[in-house]
């Protein structure tokens, strides 16, 4: 028992540090994840509408939790472990459940099952694991005993000790996109306990399921004791066998059960009633409260008869069942339980029958206890009574047939006719006032209120006939606008209009002092420094110039003669004379160079060919460089030749090889112009020395080798073809198929034809969505459309919307140092406006923004002329529109600007159908800009420039561009690390090695799964060795193969067509009968099995140094969380530390500290004698001892530098890549800051983190040093990979974890590889299970789906945008886009109906709270409610407890006339603002956990009364509300699709059986289930019940496709899937009492980073509020006001202190 304590203390404990995270968040089609089946199945069963009994209900909500997963793209095993089985001997009426729902899913679903384990420990499931390597395990932290609790818990830990984490099925919630779970991570801490506990924990789990073993016999004893279990296995076999003779060609599982499990439980209760007679034969069977076995027969022909019903029934009839309320008596509770157990062991005999054909189709509808329980009523109360109803022919003949079956199976006794179905008068079920439900109506004003607005009619106009709506005389519409209001809110103006949150956020100059203004001066240079070294150019100045439309680009052809004026042959002329003295130049530096540099290279070759390649890469000169290169030729020639002639070479060093064919690529390809023969034969040369004799015979065909002189030249040859060679040891180097053309647009560098489109997208006005890899130059074009914008105007604007505010600052300071205007007064070139900051927002050219901010600026009434001057818009990471948080905005932004767009990003995976989506949005803003007022089919760009006016007429595109690029500039090569005798080794990853032939025959080549041309070859060498009679081994042999034959120079463009020969060649293998030697190929390339390192700490240091020694820094290592990446960072610095301080002597501190107190004597000394003037003609003795003192503290300068100097080895810092002075200056930028000291420590070794809490300095100081190479390590999370400019040599993923998912994937390993410092980028894998890497290279991105487009905030928001606006016409075209376009229901009808719905269902809400009138126009606190738009439903929530007067009645002051509130008035507030903002709910384990808490409460306390009930209120009228919604939009819903199972796709559809007047009699209950899941009904539930349920997702129609989420509901006290209360975390309310981040840490158990970024969005939150009140109300004095105000105030300075 202590062992379990202890493991229910650890679990307790990561439950309470677990993260609410979205399970299937971006890792689509590529997680494989278990579920725990006896979760799922008691999950299911704790669901509160289920009936007990009714099993269909309970497999639909089983289906409904399986098809949420798989439609969300998750992969998942369902697992049920044998052992649990035992655990419900206390309920065998589960049992025979349990047993049918794997039944029917094996049978009837496609979902994989595993059944064979049986435990956690058992051998079979360690290597299944070992095999499929799940991401998690969803799993229940509770059962329904304590026994099951703790097999849970054996799970858990076990999970967790093969690095599996944990989910906990408990706390999920799912909505139309995501599923969101507690996670609780694999630390190393749980896995060193169940390592150190092992043994112990299997002896106690064994324990465990032997005491259930027996308890199981324990609870079967009493029951059949007369069978021992061998006579009863022989019992049920037969009569399995009697009833397969009496239905040979088999039958419906469900008429098999009912006769077999009411046969077997008649004849053991006939033993069982023997039994007890014989044991008591003077005591009567009635006085034991035992049923007679004549009354139980009774029983089973009322049960045989609710069978036949299952059959003949359809769901729609018998959905509208009445419902029975009365329980079963007590006297047949020993029968039911008999019964359930023979079924159980009949469905367990049954699955291993193979030679009877057993229909399990509808296993899932085996059991319907409240249609049995019916049927009882009606012959015990109603039949009774006089009520005599027909069974219906057919009925009855299937009803006399089950029980003719029933009695050819009991032999012991007679089981009586099949009429009278009763023949004794024993009651079945107990005595109840009301036993029948009683079908109750909802309210009577069923129908939306009308309202007369433009946008509702044109928006929803075609489906308003099918919807009803209240007539304006209805006596109920007036009541529903009475909104009364408390009486001190008579000074306040609610519909007085706020200022929005561009006006309210804090600006960069506003009341700032002369010290700050200088400090934003300061830091204004420092972001131009800071940009200048993100791309390496130079300020570019811009002058407005008049713009025509330009035509796309055309490279000029040859020999084509045009006329020229005489200005532009002055301006060649000019050019060419420039041209010709830059020659000049670069030959004076090149021969002032040379000689040095061709002495190195014959006394160092590598160290001479080094300082060639730099000087060509600095030199312009095309004709000094092919010189240079031909010296550099003749050069590794010379070095080749004297390499090979030294003796004893076992192997010759290649490197000198590929230096010569990288010179003779260099020429060939860009230098042809300058080619004679003489250089022609010296290349040929060079090529005979290799050994390419073919080659050289293409450029020097005379040159005919003498035999003597071949064999002489042997020895120098290398032993492999020139393709092969090529490939194998210069893929990285080959050409890219770059740009050859130069394009007058582009004067850096000559753009590809890729890159070329993008500049046509931008000169022709169009839009484009750009699909291109991470460091492909995309993000050129926006640069280019800035300075486009630029020049075209002084008013136009650019708006560059990034997903973070970190890409922000970035994008900005690279703006600031790239362009320079000078622009009339009052504007600015570059803007930035996030949620806490602005800088000169509406008066700049170019605003960088985040998404949120930027539609602000486009819903804002009083912004849109300024949003009119928007001349385009740059979306980056676009990929964020399928993002968890914030992804709708996206698509609003998408939708509502009218101006071209560029949307860039790396990563989408149906680009196409994105872009489909955007062309529909430009085709209805050609068609709305048509129709609105102001149309001007060119757009007016009006720009002041040196004075002039002009009037620029540029043309609008419409067009929206798909550009997809997918190679990338660097190859990446990937490789797994493993440990061998302590040490870290990689081993090279094959791309292939991940995939399969299935998934190869199925899905093809992954798109992206990209070979470098070594890996090319080494797929080739495979498949030869794979299949030694390959037929086309010979044609795609490199020196055969057609594109590399006889080439000197091969490029990177052949190696890919050769690629993709290879990769077709193994997919026909696949198809064409040969998969055995393809799946050969695959096996040999996969690397042999990974060990892991449990200790990451200690491991991580000796991982970074072995990275440095094979020269693959600088590297980012990414991991998932903010402790870890800090954590490891730290331990490689104190790893140097350690390392150097075993180097010094035990006294080199003291020695030190001597030296520094030397100095500072010499100091004081110096200060003491005066200074040597610089005139002096004469010195004294004491100027003569001030040089002696300076010289000797010079000296001991010198001296205390080199005993403290850090040794080379000691650091990963390159000192040489930035000046001590830079280096200063930024560490002066941080020196305010909290993490600055352990900033500076970990950067002077070359070490850096970096992740979303540390603060906009700290990364900003971490990005830049590691850009500029002075860092070459840095540990980071997810946040560096979006968008933010770090490229470097290798990325290391050193954490496996949920979060590194297809997507982040490839958003990470992008960053290796830096162009034009890197030809290849490398991709390390560390601690990550080689199935999960496979996942990662295989699997594809996840497509954009699109979100639920709106809330109520969003269209009260619109509202307010329509009727504000100045253009009306152009706000209506706005709104109706976001309304209209939604991405979720692109090319989907029916969501757009449902979305429709919705709207109306939102204005009516809106109506009826007063926010808007009768015409759609808002009123009373619509602005304050739309300012918290961001916190909906708090947001109405807390309007609605202002308009109560509930803070007027709380908010009192100290004494009469005061303005200052008590504490308690203060921590009240609090408490009442925790409940409604910045919720976070604790997992309900925790509420009785008994858990120790120091500083914090951690539980939220319960809002103040008054409150409470006001929420109550506001939450039933918002109930009522989405109920009515519901039961309208139910008119709507797929029927046929909701009378069959949601996954087994199995129908209960059919005509409904009038021929039964019993039937119909039991089924009249029809008026009152119409929005309810005819599934649901089954057990009772019926639209009634909409008012009573939190989670209505689980019982409305699914085919509706609106979920609880979507109605403004806030609940308090939520309630988890097993029914236990979950509170809120106090960690607000908390604060505010201690003000201190590390009792959050410790109690409230949220990380510090994680702590202040909540309490900061709680500050914002309150300042927006107070700033609100204060603007609505012109009582100086209210009491509300003041009391938001010192609350604001109070928080924001307890903020400020940590």
């Not at 307790?12 to 890792?27: G, K, R, T, V």
């Not at 440990?979 to 093809?1004: M, R, W």
């Not at 992008?1310 to 890497?1333: E, H, M, S, T, W």
Request: proline share 4%; glycine share 4%; with cysteine.
């Amino acid at each position: 028992m202590e062992l379990l304590k202890e493991m229910s203390w650890v679990i307790l404990n990561e439950i309470a540090e677990s993260s609410y995270s979205s399970l299937l968040n971006d890792f689509v089609e590529s997680e494989l994840f278990l579920i725990d089946g006896d979760s799922l199945f008691i999950t299911c069963l704790n669901d509160k509408q289920l009936e007990p009994g009714q099993s269909l209900h309970l497999f639909y909500l089983v289906e409904c939790f399986l098809l949420d997963l798989t439609s969300k793209g998750g992969q998942f095993i369902v697992v049920f472990f044998k052992d649990f089985e035992h655990s419900y001997f206390e309920t065998p009426e589960l049992l025979p459940l349990r047993t049918a729902l794997i039944l029917h899913l094996q049978q009837n679903t496609d979902i994989n099952i595993q059944t064979e384990f049986s435990g956690c420990f058992s051998q079979e499931w360690n290597c299944f694991l070992d095999g499929n390597c799940p991401y998690f395990l969803l799993v229940l932290d509770e059962g329904m005993t304590d026994l099951q609790t703790y097999l849970f818990y054996f799970y858990i830990m076990h999970s967790w000790s093969k690095r599996i984490s944990i989910a906990l099925i408990s706390g999920q919630e799912m909505d139309i996109l995501r599923v969101h779970a507690y996670f609780m991570l694999s630390r190393y801490k749980n896995q060193l306990f169940f390592k150190q506990n092992k043994k112990e924990m299997e002896s106690v789990y064994r324990t465990m399921i032997e005491h259930l073993k027996s308890s199981n016999v324990a609870a079967l004893t009493p029951l059949f004791d007369q069978l021992k279990c061998n006579n009863l296995e022989k019992e049920i076999c037969w009569s399995i066998g009697q009833l397969q003779s009496l239905w040979p060609k088999g039958s419906d599982i469900r008429r098999v059960l009912c006769v077999l499990s009411c046969s077997l439980s008649l004849k053991m209760y006939h033993h069982f009633l023997q039994k007890r007679k014989n044991d008591s034969p003077k005591t009567d069977i009635s006085q034991k409260h035992l049923a007679s076995l004549e009354e139980v027969k009774g029983l089973c022909r009322m049960y045989c008869l609710s069978v036949v019903f299952l059959l003949h029934l359809p769901l729609s009839q018998r959905a509208c069942a009445r419902f029975i309320t009365s329980s079963w008596e007590n006297s047949i509770s020993t029968f039911l339980k008999m019964k359930k157990w023979c079924e159980f062991f009949v469905l367990r005999n049954l699955v291993s029958l193979e030679t009877w054909n057993v229909d399990l189709t509808h296993v899932c509808d085996i059991n319907d206890d409240p249609l049995w329980k019916n049927i009882a009523y009606y012959y015990e109360t109603e039949n009774i009574g006089g009520l005599h109803l027909d069974l219906g022919k057919a009925i009855e003949e299937d009803y006399k047939d089950l029980w003719s079956a029933v009695s050819h199976l009991v032999k012991e006794f007679q089981v009586r006719p099949p009429f009278p179905l009763r023949v004794t008068t024993q009651l079945f079920l107990q005595n109840k006032n009301s036993p029948v439900k009683e079908c109750q109506k909802m309210m009577h004003n069923l129908g939306f209120v009308p309202v007369t607005s433009p946008i509702v009619k044109k928006f929803v106009g075609d489906i308003l006939d099918q919807v009803p709506f209240l007539c304006s005389d209805n006596p109920v519409v007036p009541s529903l606008f009475k909104y009364k209001e408390f009486h001190e809110l008579v000074h306040w103006h609610s519909h007085k209009p706020l200022s929005d949150h561009y006006e309210r956020t804090k600006t960069s100059t506003e009341g700032k002092s002369k010290e700050v203004l200088r400090s934003i001066q300061k830091l204004q240079t420092f972001q131009q420094r800071f940009g200048s070294n993100l791309e390496g150019t130079t300020s570019k100045i811009i002058v407005t110039q008049s713009v025509e439309a330009k035509k796309d680009f055309v490279p000029a052809k040859k020999n084509k003669k045009s006329h020229e004026s005489k200005a532009d042959i002055i301006i060649k002329e000019n050019s060419n004379r420039l041209l010709a003295k830059e020659e000049q130049k670069e030959s004076e530096r090149w021969k002032n160079l040379s000689s040095s540099i061709e002495g190195e290279m014959k006394e160092n070759f590598h160290s001479g060919i080094t300082k060639l390649e730099d000087f060509l890469k600095s030199c312009k000169s095309n004709s000094v460089k092919f010189s240079v290169e031909m010296i550099g030729l003749n050069a590794s020639l010379n070095a080749w030749r004297e390499h090979c002639q030294g003796e004893g070479k076992v192997k010759k060093d290649l490197s000198i090889a590929i230096h010569m064919m990288k010179r003779i690529h260099s020429i060939m390809e860009r230098y042809q112009e300058f080619l004679k023969e003489p250089e022609k034969k010296k290349i040929s040369k060079c090529l005979n020395y290799l050994g390419f004799n073919n080659l050289a015979k293409t450029l020097d065909s005379t040159e005919i080798t003498e035999n003597g002189k071949n064999r002489k030249k042997i020895r120098y040859a290398i032993d492999m073809g020139p393709a092969r060679f090529q490939l194998q040891h210069m893929g990285h180097y080959l050409f890219r198929d770059e740009g050859k053309v130069p394009d007058p647009r582009v004067k850096d560098f000559i753009p590809d034809t890729w890159q070329r489109e993008l500049l046509d997208v931008v000169d022709n006005n169009e839009s484009a969505v750009i699909v291109a890899p991470t460091s492909s130059g995309k993000t050129y074009a926006s640069y280019y459309c800035m300075e486009k914008i630029l020049k075209e105007s002084d008013d136009g604007v650019i708006v560059y919307v990034a997903p973070t505010k970190a890409l922000v600052n970035q994008v900005s300071t690279t703006v600031q140092s790239r362009f320079t205007k000078h622009l009339p007064e009052g504007q600015v070139l570059c803007g930035v406006f996030t949620r806490d900051y602005r800088h000169y927002a509406l008066n700049c050219q170019v605003l960088i923004t985040v998404p949120a901010c930027f539609e602000i600026l486009l819903l804002s009434p009083v912004c849109q002329k300024w949003v009119e001057k928007i001349r385009y818009v740059i979306f980056d990471e676009v990929h964020c529109l399928g993002g968890q948080i914030g992804a709708e905005i996206w698509e609003h932004l998408l939708v509502m600007i009218q101006c071209p767009f560029l949307a860039l990003s790396a990563t989408i995976s149906n680009p196409k159908h994105l872009t489909e989506w955007l062309q529909s949005v430009k085709r209805y803003w050609q068609e709305a800009e048509k129709s609105t007022a102001n149309f001007n089919p060119n757009l007016d760009a009006q720009g002041c420039s040196r004075g002039s006016q002009r009037h620029l007429k540029v043309k609008k595109s419409y067009r929206v561009r798909l550009v997809l690029y997918e190679e990338r500039y660097n190859d990446l090569e990937k490789y797994v690390s493993s440990l061998q005798d302590g040490d870290i080794v990689f081993n090279h990853y094959h791309p292939c090695a991940s995939l399969t032939t299935d998934h190869i025959e199925k899905y093809g080549f992954p798109s992206d799964l990209a070979l470098s041309p070594r890996e090319s070859i080494q797929l080739y060498d495979t498949m030869v060795q794979a299949w030694e009679t390959w037929p086309r081994a010979q044609e795609l042999c490199p020196e055969e193969y057609v594109y590399f034959r006889n080439k000197i120079v091969i490029t990177k463009m052949d190696a890919r067509k050769y690629e993709a020969a290879l990769k077709e060649e193994i997919a026909n293998w696949s198809r064409n009968g040969n998969e055995n030697e393809a799946e050969q190929v695959l096996r040999i390339l996969r690397p042999a099995s990974v060990s892991q390192s449990d200790d990451m700490a200690h491991m991580f240091p000796v991982l970074v140094e072995k990275l440095r020694q094979m020269d693959k820094l600088p590297a980012l290592f990414f991991m998932f969380s903010i402790s870890s990446v800090e954590q490891m960072a730290r331990s490689v610095r104190d790893a140097l530390i350690e390392k150097q301080n075993r180097r010094q002597s035990a006294n080199t501190d003291k020695e030190v500290q001597a030296l520094i107190d030397k100095m500072r004597k010499v100091k004081k000394s110096m200060e003491k004698t005066p200074t040597v003037p610089e005139n002096a003609l004469k010195r004294s003795s004491r100027m003569d001892q001030s040089i002696v003192h300076e010289a000797k503290y010079m000296n001991l300068v010198k001296m205390l530098e080199k005993k403290t100097v850090t040794p080379p080895d000691c650091t990963y810092a390159n000192p040489k890549m930035i000046d001590a002075q830079t280096l200063k200056m930024m560490f002066n930028r941080i020196k305010s800051t909290k993490k600055s000291e352990e900033l500076k420590s970990l950067v002077r070794r070359g070490i850096g983190y970096h992740h979303g809490s540390l603060d906009a300095k700290g990364r900003q100081f971490i990005e830049g040093l590691f850009r500029k190479g002075f860092l070459r390590v840095v540990t980071a999370t997810s946040t560096l990979a979006l968008g933010i400019n770090m490229p470097c040599k290798s990325v290391v993923f050193t954490q496996n974890s949920p979060f590194l998912d297809a997507l982040n994937y490839r958003q990470m390993s992008g960053r290796a590889g830096r162009r034009g410092q890197d030809f290849l980028g490398n991709v390390f894998f560390y601690n990550i299970p080689l199935p999960k890497i496979e996942k990662l290279i295989k699997s594809n991105v996840p497509e954009l789906k699109g979100q639920f487009p709106f809330d109520l905030s969003l269209v009260l928001r619109l509202m307010l945008l329509a009727s504000k606006a100045e253009n009306i016409s152009l706000a209506n075209a706005k709104v109706f886009s976001v309304l209209n376009h939604s991405l979720l229901s692109f090319k989907k009808p029916r969501i757009k109906e449902m979305l429709k719905l919705y709207f109306l269902f939102s204005m009516q809400f809106l109506v009826k709270e007063g926010y808007l009138d009768c015409k759609g126009n808002p009123i009373g606190f619509a602005g304050l409610v739309s300012h918290l738009f961001y916190e909906e439903p708090s947001n109405l929530v807390f309007v609605s407890f202002l308009r109560k007067g509930l803070f007027h009645n709380l908010c009192q002051p100290t004494a009469k006339g005061s303005k200052h509130f008590s504490e308690d008035v203060m921590e009240k507030l609090v408490l009442v603002l925790a409940n409604l903002f910045g919720r976070i709910y604790v997992p309900a384990k925790l509420l009785h956990g008994n858990l120790k808490f120091y500083q914090s409460k951690v539980f939220l306390e319960n809002l103040p009364t008054d409150f409470d009930a006001a929420l109550f209120e506001y939450n039933t009228k918002v109930r009522r509300d989405f109920s009515h919604f519901l039961l309208i939009a139910s008119k709507f819903a797929d029927m046929k699709k909701e009378h069959q199972l949601p996954l087994s796709k199995i129908e209960f559809t059919g005509k409904e059986c009038d021929t039964s007047k019993l039937a119909s009699h039991l089924m009249g209950c029809k008026k009152d289930r119409s929005a309810i899941s005819p599934f649901v009904s089954l057990s009772g539930v019926t639209d009634q019940d909409l008012l009573q349920v939190q989670d209505v997702n689980s019982i409305i129609l699914h085919t509706v496709g609106v979920t609880s989420s979507q109605a403004p509901v806030l609940y308090l006290k939520k309630i988890d899937r097993l029914g236990r209360r979950m509170p809120l975390n106090a960690y607000a309310l908390d604060f505010y009492k201690h003000g201190s981040l590390k009792g959050l840490e410790q109690d409230n158990r949220i990380t510090e980073g994680e702590a202040y970024n909540l309490l900061r969005n709680f500050s914002l939150i309150l300042q927006s509020i107070s700033v609100s009140l204060r603007e609505l109300c012109d009582d100086e004095a209210d009491n509300v006001v003041l009391a938001f105000e010192q609350l604001s105030e109070s928080f924001r300075e307890k903020l400020d202190k940590v």
